[in-house]
T-cell receptor, first 112, second 114 residues
């Protein structure tokens, strides 16, 4: 079985500051991990994913995440926050049938 | 074309109504999904179709009835819903159901049951 825990339901950063959103996973098989972003009243957009290979994954809009097996983590970072980054972010793990199991989500607020 | 299109965007229905949600993709994907997202919660899987056949049903009540008429279309038929079924219903598609494939999501249909 797979599960995801996102630490912090709300994160607030200043514009230009580092963004760090935390995700820990549990998986009985080698994990395939995803970060999705959801803007208000919209669907989900893929930011990045890890399947195999390089553990540092670069995504869209300047985001990246590092897969750390020893820590069962897949934290999302961005060096400099922009106002347009304000949204809800979901970490997810892929299970059988390509079923995505999502974490509870983290709402990112960017202060000017 | 990398879009998943859902209609209607908003739907209000009574508990005795019958309505349908529609989803369409033209990316040649062979897997399609329905997710339900309650307010302030993550999406939860309802159904998975693979090559137009139902692959996964996450013990969804029978008042929700999915249908996949062809590889591009996915419907969700709604009947005798309850107010607690009010939610955002998200459709998604992927190349196939192999683990790790990217899911492309539509913008959702927001359902309100009175």
């Amino acid at each position: 079985a797979q599960s995801v825990t996102q630490l912090g339901s709300h994160v607030s950063v200043s514009e230009g500051a580092l963004v760090l959103l935390r995700c820990n996973y549990s998986s009985s098989v080698p994990p395939y991990l995803f970060w999705y972003v959801q803007y208000p009243n919209q669907g989900l957009q893929l930011l990045l994913k890890y399947t195999t290979g390089a553990t540092l994954v670069k995504g869209i809009n300047g985001f990246e995440a590092e897969f750390k097996k020893s820590e069962t983590s897949f934290h999302l970072t961005k060096p400099s926050a922009h106002m347009s980054d304000a949204a809800e972010y979901f970490c997810a793990v892929s299970g059988e049938g390509n079923k995505l199991v999502f974490g509870a989500g983290t709402i990112l607020r960017v202060k000017s | 074309d990398t879009e998943v299109t859902q209609t209607p965007k908003h739907l209000v229905m009574g508990m005795t109504n019958k309505k349908s949600l529609k989803c369409e993709q033209h990316m040649g994907h062979r897997a399609m999904y329905w997710y339900k997202q309650k307010a302030k919660k993550p999406p939860e899987l309802m159904f998975v179709y693979s090559y137009e056949k139902l692959s996964i049903n996450e013990s969804v009540p029978s008042r929700f009835s999915p249908e996949c008429p062809n590889s591009s279309l996915l419907n969700l038929h709604l009947h005798a819903l309850q107010p607690e079924d009010s939610a955002l219903y998200l459709c998604a598609s992927s190349q196939d159901i192999w683990r790790g494939g990217e899911l492309f999501f539509g913008e959702g249909s927001r359902l309100t049951v009175l």
